[in-house]
């Protein structure tokens, strides 16, 4: 066997070439493989013999599979020799390409490949730093009533009618033409007004109603409900008020710090609340700026990324997608129904941040390789011995269940922080 390549941008074309001992073989070995399949009378089954099959069905009966051998068994021994060829999606043969006559057979495989990358200037460039936010204390004050929020406590009401805000108890059924409908119907259950929990329409209606009190909520489903029968469709609940809760938030004093932190005044809580924020404001800037010398790395660089690592990275998005929605009790087909989308427009709602994920990652290797960072044992065993506490496991036991190629995920973090490293310290960012 001969062969010969060509590369035109990220498509390489290996063009095979075998003579007629060497083609007489795949053609056998394509016979062997599928003789079972054929059943003639006056021989067993898998046992006629390969010129009356050829008789029977024509001369070339056996070219296709021999032909699918060939490729397959040259293809792996091209790969062997040529380390160099990233292959990044399946290979297939060129039909145009297939020549068989008196010297052999000739045929070509094509295959996208890892794409050439240019690297542009990755060092000694100036970013634009972006601000880190300041701290105001309207954002201390918002801290402060999340955590009023948490530590509110529900006061009985007995003596008004439903107001904006209150939480009710409540029972409730739903007719559509006079009809009761699956899910419409519940007792006891607890509604906070202005939540927009229940139908638009629907929460409003209560204001106003005393406890014991009976009423028809009209309202109508929205043209997108996710239950078919119901979409549009005008709705009347009979609506029964059990109670009314009012929120009490605690007061912002001294007790309130003591009871929600470690600090004795509600200043030192303060304090620290704006200490919190103004790091927090700090992480964020720092992640903003370092994105930026990365999106700068990235465009410096010239890349063609070829449609199969992104549409791979794509499905690895959607995979990720539908276990999120696993947890909360969905599926994709779920999941279009009710927002009324399509897997082509999940995909295509991907499309950019897929590309930039590809691009990032390859230029990513290509300065690693440049520069020749190796991940340091040291460090790798930092992070497992991190991953192994954050799982309630000793660095001892869960190295035990480490098998080989296991440490890659702990290796390209400890390369990919690195490489970070190196691109703080060779830029400037002010």
């Known amino acids: 066997m001969k062969y010969t390549q060509s590369r035109e941008k990220n498509t390489l074309t290996v063009t095979f070439t075998m003579d007629n001992t060497e083609w007489a ?16 009378a006056g021989f067993r089954k898998g046992h006629v013999p390969k010129n009356v099959l050829e008789q029977r069905y024509g001369k070339g009966l056996f070219f296709e599979d021999a032909l699918y051998i060939a490729a397959q068994e040259y ?124 139908i638009e329409g629907f929460e409003e209606q209560l204001v106003g109603m005393n406890i014991g009190e009976t009423k028809d909520i009209n309202v109508t489903f929205p043209a997108d ?32 710090a003591k009871d929600v932190s470690e600090f004795d005044t509600l200043k030192a809580y303060k304090d620290d609340i704006k200490k919190t924020v103004a790091e927090r404001y700090q992480k964020d800037a720092d992640s903003k700026n370092e994105s930026k010398l990365i999106e700068t790395v990235v465009d410096n660089t010239k890349i063609d990324v070829p449609a199969e690592m992104i549409e791979e990275q794509i499905d690895q998005y959607i995979e990720d997608f539908k276990y999120q929605l696993s947890y909360q009790g969905l599926n994709i087909d779920n999941y279009f129904k009710y927002t009324g989308t399509t897997m082509e427009q999940l995909r295509q709602d991907h499309k950019e941040r897929a590309d930039k994920a590809v691009r990032t990652r390859l230029v990513f290797e290509e300065i690693v390789k440049a520069e020749k960072i190796k991940p340091a044992k040291k460090a790798v065993d930092a992070k497992i011995k991190e991953y192994a506490e954050r799982i309630g496991q000793t660095y001892e036991d869960f190295s035990k269940q480490l098998r080989e190629g296991d440490t890659y995920y702990f290796e390209n973090q400890v390369i990919t922080e690195a490489l970070i490293e190196l691109l703080k310290k060779e830029n400037t960012i002010a």
């Open 75 to 198: 293809y792996s021994e091209f790969l062997d020799k040529n380390k160099k060829v990233e292959p990044v999606a399946r290979p297939s043969i060129d039909d145009k390409s297939i020549k068989a006559d008196d010297k052999g057979v000739t045929f070509a495989v094509v295959v996208t490949v890892r794409p050439e990358i240019t690297l542009g200037q990755y060092k000694g460039l100036t970013i634009k730093k972006i601000a880190t936010q300041k701290v105001k204390e309207a954002d201390i004050e918002a801290e402060l009533s999340k955590v009023q929020e948490r530590n509110a406590r529900f006061v009985e009401v007995t003596d008004r009618a439903v107001e904006d805000g209150d939480q009710v108890n409540l029972d409730y059924s739903g007719k559509v033409d006079g009809v009761a409908f699956d899910g419409g119907t519940a007792e006891k259950q607890t509604l906070t007004i202005g939540s927009h929990t229940f």
């Open 25 to 40: 073989a795949f053609d056998r070995r394509a016979y062997e493989q599928n003789k079972g399949k054929y059943n003639i």
């Open 225 to 256: 409900y996710h239950a078919e029968n119901l979409k549009g469709k005008p709705a009347v609940f009979t609506v029964t008020i059990n109670g009314i809760t009012k929120k009490e938030l605690p007061a912002l004093d001294d007790d309130f």
